[in-house]
C-alpha cells in the first residue's frame, strides 16, 4: 500500500521578525512549536499558508508598519478567496490586540511574546472558528516549560534567551508593559539548549534578555547554591564543547556587577564586545528617564570593563530630545560619546509611546530640534564607529565564516567585535573560525585577507 502522506505538501508558514534579537529568537522558536503539526518555512507571504508578524513596539514607526503590512497581507487574503490565515505576534499584540483586530478584521490570530507555544491550538480554535483568538496574558514560564528543550541550529551563530521581562520601569519604554516582570530561566534549561546548538556545529552563543545582566536563575540541580548570576553562567556555558564565543544583550548598567565584568577579562570565549545602552550624558534627563544611574557611573563601569578587557568594544544606545532636554542636557551627552568613545551605537529621537510616563511630559521637545540633535549625535557615532573599523587594519583578526560574501568568491564572517567581514574564500568555510588579515575598513564592515584555517571543514 503506497503511503501517500509522504507525498503530501507540507503547510508553509512565514514569520516577518521586526525590533530586537528577542524577536528573532521568538520567531524561531515558533518554527519549533509549529513544525509539529505540519508547518515548513516558506520564503515569502507569497508562498505562506500561515504569516505571522512578530512585532515590535518600541517606536511609533515600527507600529504603523505592521498596520502597513497587514493591508496588503488583507489583500492578499481577499485574492485567495479566504485561504490564508494572518496572526500578529509580539509587542504590538500585547499593547494593542483588541485594536488590531478592530482595526483589521483580516486578523485571525493575535498573541503577545508570552503566549506563541499556544500557536498550534490557537490555529485548531481558528480553523474551528470557535474560541478566542486573541492571547496576551503574561505566562513567561508556562511559555518556556512548554517549548521544545532543544531546537533545529541554522548555522554557526544562535540566539539563546535566558532572561525576559523588565522590572526597572524606564519612563520612556513600553517592555515592562509588553513582556511582563523580570523572569529568568533554569540554568539547566539553558544549558540543555546550549548544548543541543552545539552538538548541531553552533560555535557562538548569544544570550538574550530584555535585561539579560540581571539573570538570576535557579542553580543547577546538584549545585548547593539557590540561583546564579549571568557571570556563573557563562563561566558554566564556556565549558560546553563546541562554545568558542559567548555574546550576551541586552545590559543595564544598574546590573553590571563586578563579577561579570572580571568575566571578561578571565573567560576566553566571552567576546570582548559589551553593548550596554546608556540613553543620555545628562544626569537631569537620566533621572527624568528613571535609569538609576548616574553619567559618571555609566563612565566608571566603562574604565572598569576596559581595564578587565583592554581590547573591547562598547556599544550604546541613545535617545535625543527626551521631554525637557535642553541645549545643556544635549552636550553632556555629547560629552559622554567623546569620553567613552564607542565602537557602534544606536540612536534615536524621542518617540511617544502611549502609556509611558513620559508621554504625559511637559516640555515635549519640537521635531526640528530633534532632528537638529539627532544629526549631530549621529555624525559624532559615525565618525567614532569608522575609526573604531579602521583602527583594525593591518590586525590578523579571528573570523568565525557564516556564509556568502557580497561578491562572488567571496566569503562574509563575524569578527570578535561583531563587525561583518568580507574575504576571499569559499562559503563552505561557514561554521569554521580562520584568521584574516584587515586591508580595509568602511562604517559597516571590514575587507581581509585569509590567512590561516584553524580546523577542517564541520
Known amino acids: 500500500m503506497t503511503d501517500m502522506s509522504a507525498s503530501r505538501p507540507a503547510k508553509r508558514v512565514f514569520i516577518k521578525t521586526y525590533g530586537c534579537q528577542m524577536n528573532v529568537y521568538d520567531s524561531e522558536r515558533m518554527h519549533d512549536v509549529l513544525r509539529p503539526i505540519g508547518y515548513a518555512p516558506a520564503e515569502s507571504a507569497e508562498e505562506a499558508d500561515l504569516v505571522i508578524l512578530n512585532t515590535c513596539h518600541i517606536r511609533e514607526k515600527a507600529t504603523e508598519k505592521v498596520y502597513s503590512e497587514l493591508g496588503q497581507l488583507k489583500l492578499m487574503k481577499q485574492e485567495r478567496g479566504g485561504n490564508l490565515t494572518i496572526a500578529v505576534a509580539g509587542c504590538v499584540a500585547q499593547a494593542e490586540g483588541a485594536e488590531i483586530m478592530r482595526r483589521q478584521p483580516a486578523v485571525d490570530l493575535v498573541l503577545g511574546p508570552q503566549a506563541y507555544h499556544k500557536l498550534p491550538e490557537m490555529i485548531a480554535r481558528a480553523s474551528r472558528a470557535v474560541g478566542d483568538r486573541l492571547e496576551t496574558e503574561f505566562e513567561t514560564l508556562e511559555k518556556f516549560d512548554a517549548l521544545p528543550k532543544t531546537r533545529e541550529a541554522d548555522g554557526p551563530a544562535a540566539f539563546l534567551s535566558i532572561q525576559e521581562g523588565c522590572d526597572k520601569f524606564c519612563t520612556f519604554c513600553v517592555v515592562p508593559y509588553t513582556r511582563g516582570a523580570e523572569l529568568s530561566r533554569p540554568v539547566d534549561d539553558i544549558v540543555l539548549e546550549a548544548r543541543s546548538l552545539a552538538a548541531q556545529g553552533v560555535r557562538e552563543i548569544t544570550l538574550l534578555g530584555q535585561n539579560v545582566n540581571a539573570y538570576h536563575g535557579a542553580a543547577p540541580a546538584l549545585s548547593n547554591e539557590a ?126 509611546r502611549p ?12 521635531e526640528e530640534v530633534k532632528d537638529a540633535r539627532l544629526q549631530a549625535l549621529q555624525a559624532l557615532l559615525r565618525d567614532q564607529q569608522e575609526a573604531f573599523n579602521r583602527s583594525k ?43 584574516v588579515r584587515v586591508v580595509d575598513a568602511s562604517l559597516n564592515s571590514l575587507t581581509g585577507e585569509l590567512v590561516n584555517v584553524h580546523e577542517a571543514a564541520l
Open 393 to 435: 587594519i593591518g590586525e590578523t583578526v579571528s573570523v568565525l565564516v557564516t556564509g556568502k560574501g557580497r561578491n562572488p568568491g567571496q566569503a562574509h564572517g563575524r569578527s570578535p567585535w561583531l563587525q561583518a567581514v568580507h574575504f576571499d574564500g569559499d562559503a563552505k568555510m561557514a561554521g569554521m573560525i580562520v584568521d
Open 355 to 366: 502609556g509611558t510616563p513620559a508621554a504625559d511630559m511637559a516640555l515635549q521637545v519640537p
Open 227 to 352: 540561583d546564579w548570576t549571568l557571570g556563573q553562567l557563562v563561566r558554566h556555558i564556556a565549558k560546553i564543547g563546541g562554545v568558542d564565543r559567548i555574546r550576551y544583550t541586552t545590559s543595564h548598567p544598574r546590573d553590571m556587577d563586578d563579577d561579570l565584568i572580571a568575566a571578561h577579562g578571565e573567560v576566553p570565549e566571552m567576546m570582548p564586545f559589551l553593548h550596554l545602552p546608556v540613553q543620555s550624558g545628562s544626569d537631569r534627563i537620566l533621572k527624568a528617564m528613571n535609569r538609576g544611574h548616574t553619567a559618571d557611573a555609566y563612565r566608571e563601569i566603562i574604565r572598569k570593563v576596559r581595564a578587565a578587557r583592554p581590547d573591547i568594544a562598547i556599544a550604546s544606545d541613545f535617545i535625543v530630545g527626551f521631554p525637557g532636554e535642553s541645549d545643556e542636557d544635549f552636550e553632556a551627552t555629547m560629552q559622554l560619546v567623546r569620553d567613552v568613545n564607542f565602537a557602534i551605537a544606536y540612536s534615536f529621537k524621542y518617540s511617544a
